[in-house]
C-alpha cells in the first residue's frame, strides 16, 4: 500500500457516522473508518456526543468504552454540543473532517473551516464496504 506524502490528521464526526446505515446506530462504522485511516497514515480521533451511550445499541457499550479508554475517542462534556469540539479541534489542528453534517449552526464562527473545499469529507456505504471518496478510503464492515 502506498501512503499519501505527510498525511493530513482526521477527525471523526462518530455519532454522525455511526448512523450511515440508519438505526439503530452502530460503533463498528466510525471505529471500521478510522482503523482504515490509521492504517494509511492518518493520525486520527473520533468525537461523540455525551449522549453516545443512550443511542447505541446496549452491545456495542463495551466497544465504545474501549475507545474511549484507549484514546481513539473523545466525548464531550454534557451540554457541550460534539459539533463545535469537533470544529474547534479541526481548525486548532488543521484537521479533515469526516461526517455528513453540514455545521449550519456553526457557520459563523467556522465559515472558513467549512467553506474550504476538502476539508469536509462525507461517505456512504455501499455492498457492506463505508466509502469516503475525498480520502481514497474504503473500510469492509461486518454488519451488513
Request: a positive charge.
Amino acid at each position: 500500500m502506498i501512503l499519501p506524502p505527510d498525511p493530513k490528521p482526521v477527525l471523526i464526526d462518530g455519532l454522525n457516522v455511526a448512523y450511515w446505515l440508519g438505526r439503530p446506530p452502530s460503533i463498528e462504522l466510525p471505529a471500521a473508518l478510522a482503523e482504515a485511516l490509521r492504517q494509511r497514515g492518518h493520525d486520527v480521533k473520533m468525537i461523540f456526543d455525551a449522549s453516545t451511550p443512550h443511542r447505541l445499541p446496549e452491545t456495542e457499550h463495551g466497544v465504545y468504552a474501549t475507545l474511549l479508554q484507549t484514546g481513539q475517542a473523545l466525548q464531550t462534556a454534557k451540554g457541550i454540543p460534539a459539533d463545535r469540539q469537533l470544529l474547534r479541534l479541526a481548525r486548532r489542528l488543521g484537521a479533515l473532517v469526516v461526517s455528513r453534517d453540514s455545521f449550519r449552526n456553526h457557520r459563523s464562527r467556522y465559515r472558513r473551516l467549512i467553506d474550504e473545499p476538502g476539508r469536509l469529507l462525507g461517505g456512504f456505504v455501499e455492498n457492506g464496504t463505508l466509502c469516503v471518496p475525498g480520502l481514497e478510503v474504503t473500510a469492509p464492515l461486518i454488519r451488513p
